[in-house]
């Protein structure tokens, strides 16, 4: 076995590993860098998502051309000196192997002066090897230029996701070190376009509105609590804006953006049963703790962080969330809104009944269960009427399934009754059969969504009048990304510049309603963020559990019976009538036995 060392060239390549994982891995140096350079004013200019370039250009203090070239050296930091600094960081760097790491899987042009010099340099740098040092003329500060990033490392390149995926990362970190400065000037440009323009803000709640939109402000509510432990102020979103602001969770701490999972629950927790499940309210929290008992060393890339006492730090931030949202009025009941009760009749049963209607068919394999909701119908029913012959037979032959259930063929549609939009009833030959409505279209939307995923076919679509939705550009980027998957469910989202999107039509089987339209834009966004990669196999039917369950909570109430009789016949038609998705009952049957018992 020989033992050796390795050139330097290929340890810092093997170290950038840790340092550079992706393109936005080096836009978080850079911006960090000129941020504790004391830059007011930091422009970020990419192309290709970073494949090809990525620059950031500061005027902050600069360097001279000897420390231009050492800040390339792996462990060249101006930022510690001693070992006891390690405990009191106060700048983003310290380690002093970003650059290093850079220049080793990419080629790095620094252009940069100090005030008190007349000229500036140009250094050069690739495959950490220093290429030349020219005198430039230069503005005051650094310019980085970093092009071609993992050219000499092919599976890192493969590794890369798509250019929105990969973009999406890099206004990630751009978003996170804008929060945390607010009175700084930030740029970004993506292929020629200006992504953000962000002004120096007089406060944080600017800089928030700037980078998220009106929206992101709205329906904040001030959080600040100040112990010996840690000092906590910020903004976190109102109840009823949980759904809406996916993506901003920010947590803080001595002006450094870092995730912790516990601390989120300590949030979570603030807010149960004041949201909606699965509903996460947005935040943005600044904690000031004592440098000493907190160490941002435990992971590379640093996001990261270890306190002292976490375990006070929870206690606090749940004590003044939970106290901003106490000085709400009334928070909203979201109750047990998924149990079903079964009706019960009473003197006013006949207040209920509809006027009796004799459709001339018992069903019709060209209806669409959700006609009655609305607004407008594209017409555009082909698709639906394929799946009417396949249902068909599907009827027959499944009918034994359901057991007792459904041995009778449907009794006239004169017989069939709806309780409160939310429940049909249908005598059969032992018993009423209860049938819950908005399960009942959730397991339809299901296996049409299913087969439009799964077999890449397509459900139609209901035309809206255009809604313009503004979701920042973190968001709209995430449209982008599914666009094609959106499309085939019968979704009709475009992008309308940077962080708007127009929505112009809903799968059939959505409310059309135009109100509901900013809602369910939320609602996809909160489905489209989740991280689906970690269920392979699942992927597929979970997406479309999730889109039929959005699209029956947000159906009206049923009102024609001829309605009523046709949902019915539709979901026979399912490949699992009974239950949703989710394993919830669908159908109930109320037996002669049953009623007997009532009186
Ligand atoms: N934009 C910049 N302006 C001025 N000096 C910079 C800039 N970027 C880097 N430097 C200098 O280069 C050194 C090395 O940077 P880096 O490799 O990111 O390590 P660290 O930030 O951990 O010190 C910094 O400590 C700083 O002195
Ligand atoms: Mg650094």
Redesign the pocket.
């Known amino acids: 076995m020989d033992i050796r060392i390795l050139p330097s060239n290929i340890a810092n390549m093997i170290a950038a590993g840790e340092v550079v994982q992706r393109p936005s891995s080096v836009v978080k140096?850079l911006l960090?860098?000129?941020v504790?350079?004391g830059a007011d004013q930091v422009t970020v200019v990419i192309a290709d998502a970073g494949r090809t370039l990525i620059q950031v250009i500061?005027n902050?203090?600069?360097?001279s051309p000897d420390?231009a070239v050492l800040?390339f050296e792996r462990h060249?930091?101006?930022?510690i000196a001693t070992a006891e600094d390690l405990e009191d960081i106060r700048?983003?760097?310290?380690?002093?192997?970003?650059?290093?790491s850079i220049a080793a899987v990419a080629e790095v042009t620094l252009k940069?002066r100090r005030e008190e010099d007349s000229v500036g340099c140009q250094v050069e740098f690739a495959d950490s090897r220093h290429l030349a040092t020219v005198e430039v003329a230069a503005p005051k500060?650094?310019n980085?230029s970093v092009r071609n990033l993992f050219y000499n490392v092919p599976a890192r390149r493969k590794f890369l996701k798509s250019d929105n995926v990969e973009f999406k990362h890099i206004v990630e970190e751009f978003t996170r070190v804008a929060l945390t400065r607010p009175e700084i000037a930030f740029t970004l440009i993506h292929n020629g376009r200006d992504i953000y323009v962000l002004k120096a803000a007089k406060s944080l709640k600017f800089r928030i509105q700037d980078l998220l939109g009106n929206n992101a402000v709205d329906k904040v509510v001030d959080v600040a609590a100040e112990t010996s432990v840690v000092k906590v102020s910020g903004y976190v979103c109102r109840p009823d804006a949980a759904r809406k602001t996916v993506g901003s969770q920010f947590f803080f701490v001595n002006g450094r953006y870092f995730r912790s999972p516990y601390l989120h629950k300590a949030v979570m927790k603030a807010y149960e049963d004041q949201i909606a499940d699965g509903a996460v309210p947005s935040y943005f929290l600044y904690l000031t703790v004592d440098p000493h008992s907190v160490d941002v060393n435990i992971h590379p890339t640093k996001t990261e962080v270890k306190f002292a006492e976490d375990n006070v730090i929870f206690q606090v931030l749940y004590a003044c969330v939970r106290e901003a949202l106490g000085h709400l009025d009334g928070g909203i009941d979201f109750g047990a809104a998924d149990v079903p009760e079964l009706p019960v009749f009473g003197k006013e049963y006949e207040r209920y009944r509809p006027e009796p209607v004799m459709p001339d068919v018992s069903f019709d394999p060209t209806y669409n269960p959700f006609e009655g909701m609305p607004g407008p119908s594209s017409g555009k029913e082909a698709s639906w009427q394929d799946d009417g012959a396949s249902w068909r037979g599907g009827y027959v032959d499944k009918r034994e399934d359901y057991g007792k259930l459904f041995e009778e063929k449907t009794v006239p549609t004169a017989a069939t009754l709806i309780f409160q939009g939310k429940y049909i009833l249908t005598p059969k030959q032992d018993g009423i059969l209860l049938v819950h409505v908005r399960r009942a279209r959730e397991r339809i939307l299901y296996e049409r969504f299913l087969a439009a995923i799964t077999r890449s076919g397509h459900v139609s679509q209901s035309a809206l009048f255009p809604v313009q939705v503004q979701v920042g550009t973190a968001n709209r980027l995430l449209f982008d990304e599914h666009a094609q998957l959106l499309s085939s469910l019968g979704f009709d989202i475009r992008p309308f510049g940077n962080d708007t999107i127009v929505v112009g039509g809903v799968p059939d089987g959505f409310s059309c309603d135009p109100d509901r339209v900013e809602t369910l834009v939320q609602d996809l966004l909160l489905i489209l963020s989740d991280d689906h990669t970690s269920l392979p196999g699942m992927l597929e039917s979970s997406l479309a559990e999730k889109f039929a369950r959005l699209g029956a909570s947000g159906g009206p109430g049923l009102t024609s019976p001829i309605e009523a009789q046709r949902l019915i016949e539709t979901l026979f038609g399912c490949e699992n009538a009974e239950y949703t998705p989710g394993g919830r009952k669908i159908l109930s049957l109320l037996d002669a036995d049953e009623l007997e018992k009532k009186f």
Do not use: I, P, V
């Open positions: 140096e960090e860098n000129a504790d350079a500061d902050g203090c600069g360097m420390e800040c060249a930091t101006s930022k700048t983003f760097g310290f380690r002093g192997e970003a650059l290093a940069t500060g650094s980085f």
